[in-house]
Structures are given as C-alpha cells and as structure tokens.
C-alpha cells in the first residue's frame, strides 16, 4: 500500500495533513465505584502504590481507565493512607498488585498505546523501568485477548487488539483496535469532511486493518511478529490524534463490516481515481471522491458501493 500513501501525502498537502491529525484522547474508562475506589486493595481490584515493593499510599481499581488526568479534582488519585495520598496517579506510581481475576496492562501512554507491562492474576510487583512514574493508562484484558502472534478476531468477529509495528521506535505495540482504528482515521480522512465521508473512511480503516489482523504473516528486522505499520506503508497511526469527528464516525459504523464471498474485504484507498491508476477495478475508494459524494448527499454505504465492487455491508 506504500505506492498509495505517496498518492496520499502529495493530494492532501502539507496544509491538508496538518488539519488532518492533532485532536483530543480517548475518553477515560468509566471509574469504579466510590466505595471500591477507598484506598484500601480488596479482591477483585488492581491496585497502585507509590512506592516501589508495594509500600505507600493505594489507588484501587475495577474497571479499565484510558486516561487518569493530571489535576484535582478529576484526577484519578491516591485515597489509601502513606506517601503520596491524594496525589494524582497518572506518572506516579511505582508498584502494583493485580488481585482480579484478569490479566492488567499498565501503559506508558493515555488511551492505552505506547509500552506497557502486565499483571497476571495475583501479580504483585514493581513497575519496570519504562514505566516507572511513567504511567498514564491501565486496561482489564478481556480473556479471549489474542496471546502471542494469534488474533482473536474472525471473518464475522471483530480482533480484540491488533499489532501495529511503531518503526521509527523499532517495536512492535498491541493495541486496542478500536483505538487503532480512531487514531488512524484523522490522518487518513481530513476531519472536517462531511461525516458520510468520514464514517466510508471509518469502514474502510477498520476492514484494512481487520483484514490484515487476520492474515498478516509480517516480521520485523528482529523477528518479532506485527500486523501493521504504523506509516504510509499500510496506515498513518499516531497514538493520540482521535479527533472528536472522525470518532463519532468510527462509533456510528462500529457494528458494521465489509465483506466479499463472505470473508473480511480489504478495503484500499487513495487520494482520487486519477491518482489510483490503473488500481481503479472495485478494491480502492477515492478519498476526495467520499467527500464529494457525501457534499451530493450520498450516504456512506452508497458511497463504498460505488467504488467497491462485490461487497456486502452488514452486521
């Protein structure tokens, strides 16, 4: 898909590109409740100390949070008695205690990207170095989560998380897909395109990235399996950069998926159907064409009908 992304960069423009990424992060994870969120580590939480070896204030936890914020009084904070009570969380902690039944993935980034560490059932340790007072999201992993190189997705399942190799950091990243795919969007899609435009985009990122979840056979200089670049090799990914537009999209389109004989279609695109060339035979849309489509009043399954051929669109 390189050759596309070239087409990509010189049709949108410098000008264009830049409108296209920036934006806000993910919404934070609905927070546990006040009483579980007390200070004090009970079975069936994931705890925080602000020390190492499990000593200092505690920060409980049942549920998954994509962003702790930095301030009082939205914070997610410290409540346990000990050093650090009542500080904020988020690059302040330095050990954890994983007393739920599921695995827990601390991340270095909000919005739950960038290097992170796991807690198995029962896990008591200290933070590793990357992520020591560098943590800024954590995520219960839900028990059919792919392990290893092996996805939990399927022709009529969406994957969990996909691989996405982060090149210029030379290392591989598994990331919640849906917040793949809303990180991807605004920079493949400007986002302030009529929103038809925006959810034909969404389609399309998604079924790209479905699509080579399922069959990449990809591996780094080191030998370390991925599912995608993080560049115009397959898709632009920059952790951060969902845009409150382009997500609504991605939210809207979110049950939906393109398929041909029954099997996830990869759904390519480019900047027009001059710049597609001679890839013009029903497998690429027209980025700028969504968008003139969209301003006639097209809708997005009209939209991906017409440059698509053989697709069916559903649940």
């Known amino acids: 898909m390189s050759?596309?992304?070239?087409?990509?960069?010189?049709?949108?423009?410098?000008?264009?590109?830049?409108?296209?990424?920036?934006?806000?992060?993910?919404?934070?994870?609905?927070?546990?409740?006040?009483?579980?969120?007390?200070?004090?580590?009970?079975?069936?939480?994931?705890?925080?100390?602000?020390?190492?070896?499990?000593?200092?204030?505690?920060?409980?936890?049942?549920?998954?949070?994509?962003?702790?914020?930095?301030?009082?009084?939205?914070?997610?904070?410290?409540?346990?008695?000990?050093?650090?009570?009542?500080?904020?969380?988020?690059?302040?902690?330095?050990?954890?205690?994983?007393?739920?039944?599921?695995?827990?993935?601390?991340?270095?980034?909000?919005?739950?990207?960038?290097?992170?560490?796991?807690?198995?059932?029962?896990?008591?340790?200290?933070?590793?170095?990357?992520?020591?007072?560098?943590?800024?999201?954590?995520?219960?992993?839900?028990?059919?989560?792919?392990?290893?190189?092996?996805?939990?997705?399927?022709?009529?399942?969406?994957?969990?998380?996909?691989?996405?190799?982060?090149?210029?950091?030379?290392?591989?990243?598994?990331?919640?897909?849906?917040?793949?795919?809303?990180?991807?969007l605004p920079n493949e899609w400007v986002s302030g395109w009529p929103a038809e435009s925006l959810k034909a985009g969404a389609m399309a990122v998604k079924n790209f990235g479905w699509y080579w979840a399922l069959h990449s056979n990809r591996k780094t200089p080191s030998g370390q399996c991925f599912d995608v670049y993080d560049h115009t090799s397959s898709q632009v990914y920059k952790p951060g950069s969902a845009k409150s537009t382009t997500s609504a999209a991605v939210d809207a389109t979110w049950g939906m998926r393109l398929t041909r004989n029954g099997k996830i279609f990869r759904a390519q695109y480019c900047a027009t159907t001059t710049d597609c060339g001679n890839w013009v035979d029903g497998d690429w849309m027209s980025q700028k064409g969504s968008r003139d489509r969209a301003n006639e009043g097209w809708n997005y399954a009209q939209i991906l009908r017409k440059y698509y051929t053989g697709i069916a669109i559903g649940s």
């Open 3 to 184: 050759a596309r992304t070239a087409r990509l960069i010189s049709r949108l423009g410098a000008a264009s590109v830049a409108a296209a990424l920036g934006g806000t992060l993910l919404a934070a994870g609905a927070p546990a409740s006040a009483a579980a969120r007390d200070g004090v580590c009970q079975s069936g939480e994931f705890c925080y100390y602000f020390n190492s070896n499990n000593k200092g204030s505690v920060s409980d936890f049942t549920t998954s949070v994509a962003n702790y914020d930095t301030k009082q009084p939205t914070c997610y904070d410290y409540k346990g008695p000990g050093a650090g009570k009542g500080k904020c969380i988020k690059n302040a902690a330095a050990s954890a205690w994983n007393r739920s039944g599921k695995t827990v993935r601390v991340y270095f980034n909000s919005g739950y990207s960038g290097t992170y560490q796991d807690f198995a059932p029962g896990a008591k340790a200290n933070l590793k170095a990357a992520l020591k007072n560098q943590n800024a999201s954590h995520q219960f992993v839900t028990s059919g989560s792919p392990t290893g190189c092996k996805t939990d997705g399927t022709d009529t399942r969406l994957p969990t998380t996909i691989l996405v190799y982060r090149k210029s950091l030379d290392r591989v990243e598994r990331v919640e897909f849906k917040s793949y795919v809303k990180n991807v």
